[in-house]
């Protein structure tokens, strides 16, 4: 199981979900109410790392965070 | 890399990094100032900040300043923000004037678009995410499609 | 446009100007503060300055900021400076992040280029005029040949 | 007469000098030691207007500011 983080205006709380890649993970969100609509402008991060890696490998205890679009300053 | 519940104090700040960095030869000193302008209504703005990659993102900003033999700082604002008041400050201090003119153009722009901040216009006492100012980060959308 | 006898009072300066624009819905206000860097054997710099003709090129750049809803500001040191010290800071104010930027590279960039003022370095109590950093204005040469 | 300011370094006390014309003053201060070797880099002014015309008219009484290379900031 990996722990999901929905930053900013996600507005939900974190989530546990199996899943041995990002694009599993991915399926799974897809089917999340009121989060699938911020995956297509969202960034992802895999235990605080930056990643574009749609194939990267989730180990059991990974956090994932989903950054949706910012604005600072 | 300072982060402060609500309003910015600019003058402390400010000054804070001049002495700071009195004696370091440096020849130039740029602070940008984000002000919160007073429109559309809102009586304050707001963010979230999410602080481990945000450090990281400063962290990559460090490295490459002291490759330009300059040094970045920034301070941001957690919560509300009235209008009038600051969010935002970042500097450059360099000892050539044009590499800290380029810098402080690139890191403001550069923190804009990457740094993991949510803004919130603040109406009638109600938080509501700024969407039409906000952009996708760099890389957005692995998990889309 | 103010002119002072020797080095800068920068926070004074810096938090004088950003009070007088607290009210006046600006939403980026960028200084640039320049400090004199101890390099050279030189104990400080020194200034000479044209007054009218500063007050004319800082005229037609005031104008030229009111185009883009902008104001700039500047603040210069006539006579000694020492090193560590600030002889000079100019700054934009505009509602824009990014009309700010450009305009304080710009001004900064022409301040240095075509500001009647000319710099020596102090060394040994001697005033040097600094002819390797200085570049001829604009429109230079009419009356060569 | 013009009266002709000699600015920042090249530290001339001001000159009276006979000319109707830039042109005619430049001829005049090619002779002057310590202010030829400036000429080249200097610009100028008239009543404290920059101008660039070497055939802008002189009138009795008016000031020329010879500018050397500048360096504020």
Redesign the interface.
Known sequence: MVTVEF???IGKPPMEVGAAT?AE??EA?KRVEGVSEW???????IN???????NAPLCDGDKV????????? | MELYDGALDVKAIFGRWLDENHQSNYGAYIPFIGIIREEGGIEALSFDIYEPILRAWFEGWEARAVERGAIVKFAHAIGDVPVHTSSYISAVFSPQRRVALELIDLFVEDFKANAPIWKYDVIGGKRIYAEDRSTPMAGAGVLGE
């Open positions: 930053l900013g205006p990002l993970l991915a969100l995956l297509g402008t969202s960034a992802v991060a605080d790392r930056m990643t574009t890696d749609r965070s989903i950054l949706p679009p910012v604005c600072g300053g």
